[in-house]
């Protein structure tokens, strides 16, 4: 029982932690769409509307219920999954994982489209993605469970 609540509470600090730095980007830090701020030096803050899935797709104007209504299916089905689950490793995983997701439906329920506006780059070369918070936790989140999957807990 103490394991499935610290995976809800991970996920409640993520979807804490993905609200709050999006609303500071578009209401304290006011960047406007592809104006960059340099954080550090591998590190820029640059406004982006996610208004598809993982690398831009499925972009249409119709898709924004459809796709926050998929993904409230994956929620429930990743919460119902950790609350099966035993191994700390999995537990925390899927917190992570359903944390960035509702972070990502409440953005497009309220914006229509996900906020991102995190930018890595090194020596000049530019990942080439622009994403956010709640991204960060469900790649990683998906990768401890490959891990996990592979190598055992």
Same mark, same amino acid.
């Given at each position: 029982?103490?394991?499935?609540?610290?995976?809800?509470?991970?996920?409640? %600090? !993520? =979807? @804490? +932690?993905?609200?709050?730095?999006?609303?500071?980007? /578009?209401?304290?830090?006011?960047?406007?769409?592809?104006?960059?701020?340099?954080?550090?030096?591998?590190?820029?803050?640059?406004?982006?509307?996610?208004?598809?899935?993982?690398?831009?797709?499925?972009?249409?104007?119709?898709?924004? %219920? !459809? =796709? @926050? +209504?998929?993904?409230?299916?994956?929620?429930?089905? /990743?919460?119902?999954?950790?609350?099966?689950?035993?191994?700390?490793?999995?537990?925390?995983?899927?917190?992570?994982?359903?944390?960035?997701?509702?972070?990502?439906?409440?953005?497009?329920?309220?914006?229509?489209?996900?906020?991102?506006? !995190?930018?890595?780059?090194?020596?000049?070369?530019?990942?080439?993605?622009?994403?956010?918070?709640?991204?960060?936790?469900?790649?990683?989140?998906?990768?401890?469970?490959?891990?996990?999957?592979?190598?055992?807990?």
């Amino acid at each position: 029982m103490r394991k499935r609540l610290t995976g809800l509470l991970l996920a409640a %600090l !993520i =979807l @804490a +932690a993905d609200q709050g730095t999006k609303y500071w980007v /578009l209401h304290g830090a006011h960047l406007t769409d592809g104006h960059t701020m340099t954080l550090l030096p591998i590190l820029n803050l640059v406004l982006v509307w996610n208004h598809g899935i993982t690398f831009g797709m499925f972009q249409n104007n119709g898709s924004k %219920l !459809i =796709l @926050a +209504a998929l993904a409230t299916g994956v929620i429930i089905a /990743l919460i119902m999954w950790l609350w099966r689950s035993k191994g700390w490793l999995r537990v925390l995983s899927i917190g992570a994982i359903a944390g960035g997701a509702i972070g990502n439906v409440a953005d497009r329920l309220h914006y229509g489209a996900v906020v991102d506006f !995190i930018q890595m780059h090194l020596g000049g070369v530019y990942f080439p993605y622009i994403f956010n918070i709640g991204d960060s936790a469900i790649c990683c989140g998906v990768a401890a469970l490959m891990v996990e999957s592979l190598f055992g807990a």
